[in-house]
């Protein structure tokens, strides 16, 4: 039986500390609305249980800032493409306008 070395004790820490934070938006892009917003809640139910340990909060934290950003961009995009249907005097659609939120 070998002596257990002090690096033994720090290796949980340094695995920890090893994985790898998905912090690149570009990451995201390839993800849909839906996708990019289920990872988004999902992070914001793991941050409320308090059950993540502090550095793993912060890389969490950073990830979903990165995907409400995502979404958002989305969102933006999908309501600039939207038109608005106009009205006629008479009732009748008259054509569309560019959407204006308000």
Request: aromatic share 4%.
């Amino acid at each position: 039986m070998g002596v257990v070395g002090s690096n033994a004790i720090l290796d949980p820490l340094a695995s920890a500390i090893q994985k790898p934070v998905m912090t690149d938006t570009a990451t995201f892009a390839d993800l849909s609305f839906e996708d990019a917003l289920k990872q988004l809640e999902a992070i914001v139910r793991q941050l409320e249980s308090g059950d993540v340990p502090l550095d793993e909060s912060i890389s969490l934290y950073a990830k979903g800032d990165a995907l409400k950003r995502q979404c958002e961009d989305r969102l933006k995009a999908a309501q600039a493409r939207i038109e608005k249907i106009s009205i006629g005097g008479d009732g009748a659609p008259k054509g569309t306008e560019p959407f204006t939120a308000g």
